[in-house]
């Protein structure tokens, strides 16, 4: 059912775990699953708001915490809200800025009042409450706000990773008590790290509460993708059916499938986006790199299976010469193929879920599909940590 | 006439100086007075051809020497031209690569028979040819060809021009005589510095071996803009009226509506697109810089009289925040506005040409426009000579 939740369950596939839904939005319809690229600073970095939606992206994440230190709340509120400061009219889901500070090490510290924190464009002190994000995502006006949650480093121990999450959830009825706007739905977050007796407790607490939906936060931070997937799995068998499950931060093509079949309606992650910058762009083999050598002389472009403008239009020689010689287009090019990918991508497990067909898509696609190896990817994840701070 | 020269003299102003022409071309009729931007390495700096097409720019120019180092005339050759390589279908103009050559200053050694130089990228070694220049410039395939020259910095004496200037004149011969594709044109370049009596000599020598179009090169290098301008004049006067002239490396507003009065059809500079990049974007009143904190919270967009797709969509704020937080999209925005002001301000002159109100027109526009002061444009020119061979 839609109504307060703006979710409705359409349909699963046979073994019960896929799923496909539509989340209704004042932007808009959103069908499910769906993958949201992330435009931390109000922009999907190197795209047109256009050009965003000719990517076949329908929703888009954006940071409170970066909004917040630049250009200000009171920026984009006077502008009308963020919708309008950024002229992008489809919906909007904000972070409400939990992930962020308690990714600034060394930035913060925190009490049960809220987080105390450094910018890290200026070091000037600020400070976080639950009641203050909730009141920042309400005047940038998203569709979808996040409640303000102590996320937990991948290695936390049980009992610290239990203070964080006893804090969450008293942080997540504050944000409930803290909401003002009607046409916004406030989603609440599960914590509880890699340990299933605290995530089974997390999920326990926040549908106590009732929220409209439910995400699954503090996962893909740094631990072993079988943890990931096992701790999606049983976190999201527990959560009520007729509520959307966002997991948090995870966007690789063959993770996406992965957590599609372990019942996760929404997804966000930087990863195409960022990768797409470096060269990396996704083909049904798996990535590339455009800048390697074998791609100079290539007349055909990069993925000749692919529809996206890129694609179209240019060979991957001329791609790989445009990354080879700095030029900002290259940048563009790359990530409107890599949002393509995985909007395509998303509609067609979408499709074969309502096919039934989803099981056998989903093994042919990883069958196929050559993952990053672990190594590389938790190198990858760990450098992105230590530099997003400056980027995002 | 048109015909082999591919140029049609429309109609001049009362005043018998700024001037409508047609050139026609294998991709296609441009008008004149005609402003090209530039896309050194095969790509107008963020922008798709598309969005160039859409700024109003019907020609561009593509860098010789650039292309030539990466990713080499082979590549570009194999991929059935430049035009094909950049998915552009208007004309190019290539340069021949002699005023880059030129610029490297102590990376270079020149004799009669070319000049050996150093690549900025990676010092390797690599001579250039008046035969070399065309024959590379026939690979590519622009519309456009131009004679390999030898260019003198500003302050070089009389003895030194003259030198470079009889060099000069018999590369003209030699590129004329190494020319083989007759669907390309090729123009002469007329030097001579700051000196009248060389430019002279230089566009007697030149005209009697019959170049299809004229350019004006060696100017807009450092003298002061009234010698600029003063030189552009004498020398287009005695130019044939039945040609094009060409003033290569002006592009700033002011100096557009001054040259096109001073009988120049044709120009080409990096000045729009570069200073775009760098937050200065053209409005009726002169240049604005979008980092001030002045527009911060400005709901209008930087130009309110423009049509181009960044004032049509977004505010001064929002990219005042793209450029104050580095994103991506900033210097697209800011380049797809300089452009369109640029083209508009040439069908605005052309228009005024037609209709006998050029005068009036040019008058108005130099009243209203507040030009960079001279300081300010010396030292810019300055810093960017130094810096342009890594990026240009």
Redesign the interface.
């Known amino acids: 059912m839609t109504g307060r939740t703006g979710f409705r369950l359409v349909t699963k596939s046979p073994d019960g775990l896929a799923r496909a839904g539509e989340l209704v939005t004042p932007h808009g319809v959103v069908l499910t699953p769906v993958f949201m690229p992330v435009g931390s600073?109000?922009?999907v970095?190197?795209?047109?708001?256009e050009e965003v939606h000719d990517t076949g992206m329908n929703m888009l994440l954006a940071n409170t915490y970066?909004l917040y230190l630049?250009?200000g709340i009171s920026?984009i509120e006077?502008?009308g809200g963020l919708h309008k400061?950024?002229?992008w009219d489809g919906p909007i889901l904000t972070d409400s800025g939990g992930y962020q500070v308690f990714s600034l090490a060394g930035l913060r510290r925190v009490s049960d009042e809220g987080v105390v924190f450094r910018s890290h464009i200026d070091g000037s002190e600020h400070t976080f409450t639950p009641e203050l994000a909730v009141r920042y995502q309400e005047s940038l006006g998203a569709d979808i706000i996040m409640a303000f949650d102590e996320c937990s480093a991948a290695d936390s121990s049980y009992a610290r990773v239990e203070k964080a999450l006893q804090r969450t959830h008293r942080w997540a009825e504050r944000c409930l008590k803290a909401q003002q706007r009607r046409d916004q739905v406030l989603y609440g977050i599960v914590q509880g790290g890699v340990f299933p007796e605290l995530r089974k407790r997390s999920v326990e607490f926040l549908t106590s509460l009732d929220f409209p939906g439910y995400a699954i936060g503090g996962l893909s931070v740094g631990e072993p993708k079988q943890v990931t997937l096992d701790i999606t799995a049983e976190t999201a068998s527990l959560l009520p059916e007729d509520r959307p499950r966002y997991l948090m931060g995870v966007g690789s093509p063959e993770d996406l499938v992965e957590c599609v079949s372990r019942c996760i309606d929404i997804f966000d992650s930087a990863l195409p986006t960022r990768v797409a910058r470096n060269g990396a762009l996704f083909t049904p083999l798996g990535r590339v790199n455009i800048l390697n050598a074998q791609f100079?002389?290539v007349?055909q472009p990069v993925d000749a299976t692919c529809n996206c403008?890129t694609c179209q239009?240019?060979?991957a020689?001329?791609l790989?010469?445009?990354f080879?010689?700095?030029?900002?287009?290259a940048?563009?090019l790359a990530t409107i193929h890599n949002l393509t990918f995985i909007s395509n991508l998303m509609r067609r497990m979408r499709e074969a879920i309502l096919d039934g067909t989803f099981v056998s898509f989903r093994d042919e696609f990883l069958a196929n599909y050559r993952p990053t190896d672990e190594a590389t990817r938790l190198d990858q994840k760990q450098r992105w940590f230590q530099s997003r701070n400056a980027?995002n």
């Open positions: 600073q109000g922009s970095k190197a795209l047109t708001p970066h630049r250009p920026v006077k502008a400061f950024m002229a100079s002389e007349q403008y239009t240019f060979s020689a001329y790989h010469h445009l080879k010689a700095r030029e900002l287009l940048y563009r980027s």
